[in-house]
């Protein structure tokens, strides 16, 4: 039982590449997260999945894409990416009955 | 829009002393939850509080919930370098399971 996983836990990128960010989780959970760290904001929600096939804007939407590949998988997608994206992305997942979310291991993003 | 706010933001504390750590949010809400993060680390999840009065503790910590005042507390009994860490409060609106987080309190427990 790994969680959450994401990939990569590392990207360095240039201005105007493109690049997705894998999460998985094996926890049967409906729905899925995607959040950005930023030093002294906490945790902002990007997308979340609140089940298979939905998905919704969270806080801070702009210069990004998901996809519910299917119960398991939620990826994140920076069409053309800018140094404003540099960031720690969090991937989460949680089923209705627990409360609790549980957060992958991070992908560290660098935008040059 | 729900705005959730903790204070302090960075705590110094010895080892051995007591301290509390405060989450103020801004609308209704009956589910808040402690989070804590070491550097370069993702999130563990520490408490889950479901209703109002609702009190856990898990050893040196313990959380207690007012949904009336709109307001959570972390305290810390007789602190020790390893609760050094980053904790988040974090607040489900009324709709759906969306979280939003406090800005996080970086706690240091110095010998």
């Known amino acids: 039982n790994a969680g959450v996983t994401q990939t990569p836990k590392f990207q360095v990128l240039k201005t105007g590449q493109s690049m997705t960010l894998q999460c998985a989780q094996d926890?049967?959970?409906?729905?899925m997260y995607w959040y950005r760290q930023d030093p002294g904001m906490g945790l902002r929600l990007i997308y979340y999945s609140a089940s298979e096939g939905t998905t919704d804007k969270g806080e801070v939407p702009n210069g990004y894409n998901v996809s519910r590949l299917n119960k398991r998988e939620f990826s994140l997608r920076l069409e053309s990416a800018a140094p404003s994206q540099t960031s720690v992305y969090f991937c989460?997942?949680?089923?209705?009955?627990?409360?609790?979310?549980?957060f992958g291991p991070g992908t560290r993003l660098l935008v040059l | 829009e729900l705005k959730v706010e903790q204070n302090p933001l960075f705590l110094s504390m010895q080892e051995g002393k007591n301290y509390t750590i405060y989450c103020n949010y801004s609308t209704t809400s009956d589910r808040l939850y402690w989070y804590r993060q070491d550097p370069g680390k993702s999130l563990e999840s520490l408490f889950v509080?479901?209703?109002?009065?609702a009190v856990k503790q898990e050893g040196r910590l313990m959380a207690s919930l007012d949904t009336k005042a709109r307001l959570s507390t972390l305290h810390i009994t007789a602190a020790v370098h390893d609760l050094s860490a980053t904790y988040f409060c974090?607040?489900?609106?009324?709709?759906?399971?969306?979280?939003?987080f406090g800005e996080g309190t970086q706690l240091t427990v110095n010998p």
């Open positions: 926890m049967n959970h409906n729905s």
């Open positions: 509080l479901l209703s109002n009065g």
């Open positions: 974090a607040v489900r609106g009324t709709s759906g399971s969306r979280l939003t």
């Open positions: 989460a997942s949680n089923s209705v009955s627990q409360e609790t979310q549980y």
